[in-house]
């Protein structure tokens, strides 16, 4: 309802009959596109990841052939994490 503009490109994403945390990231990212860095950076530390979206993420990562680093900046994450969930082994692709 705030942003009556964007509905359409998020249609796609609210019509899923699953709703993941990746696609809550997505709506996110669609309806904010402008916030400020800090506001931004905020949000990063407070964010958490099941199991399967680590596997959408990592598969994702494997998929298009991407290094650590354009992973992180296409989720907007930490390399960091990235490493860690590969170190603990809980992504086993």
């Not at 009959?17 to 669609?30: A, G, R």
């Not at 994702?60 to 900046?73: C, N, P, V, W």
Request: aromatic share 10%; charged share 30%.
């Amino acid at each position: 309802m705030k942003y009556p503009d964007k509905k359409e490109l998020c249609l796609p994403l609210l019509s899923k009959e699953e709703f993941t945390e990746l696609d809550v990231i997505s709506i996110s990212n669609l309806l904010n596109d402008n916030q400020s860095l800090s506001r931004n950076k905020f949000n990063q530390t407070h964010k958490s990841y099941s199991k399967k979206a680590i596997h959408e993420i990592l598969n994702y990562q494997k998929e298009f052939g991407l290094s650590d680093f354009a992973t992180a900046i296409h989720f907007k994450m930490s390399r960091n994490t990235l490493k860690k969930w590969k170190d603990l082994g809980i992504y086993k692709g």
